[in-house]
């Protein structure tokens, strides 16, 4: 170990400090541009009802309006809803990819600085994959015990 070795690990761990900071501030501005993005969505939609509303010349179409309302509202949150999941997984995918990344550098930085004794490092990393894959060969059924018969 070299007199810098403090030093070395101190840099390591702002550089991984620094990169999980930029990881949280970009999935949460994913997240209000989704917002933002549905919000003016959701006001151009009551604009047109709206619009529509005016249109309107006789009380036997605006009677029937609250029904065809419903049903397009009710469509458009189901589609609403699907989207968003699949934005909160997209975004959620991004960040723990983003977050393995630099866990990873931050692991070679550290490996460095104490002269290359990774192995430690990858059998501790190797365990905690692990545990984030096997609920993942779960869903897809290629868990260890869905092979046997």
Known sequence: MSTNTPLD????????????TRL???????WLEAASRTG??????AEA????????DNW?????LPT?????Q???RAEDSQSASRFAADNQQAFAEGLQHAVEDWQKSVTAVFGGGAQPFQDLFKQWGA????PQQGKTGTAKGSARS
């Open 9 to 20: 690990l101190f840099k390591a761990n702002l550089e991984l400090q620094l990169r999980v």
């Open 24 to 30: 949280l501030r970009e999935s949460g501005q994913r």
């Open 40 to 45: 003016t969505e959701d006001l151009a939609e």
């Open 49 to 56: 009802e709206i619009e529509d509303l005016l249109k309107t």
């Open 60 to 64: 036997q179409t605006l009677a029937t």
């Open 68 to 72: 065809q309302v419903f049903w397009r």
């Open 74 to 76: 009710f469509q458009q």
């Open 131 to 134: 545990a984030w894959a096997a």
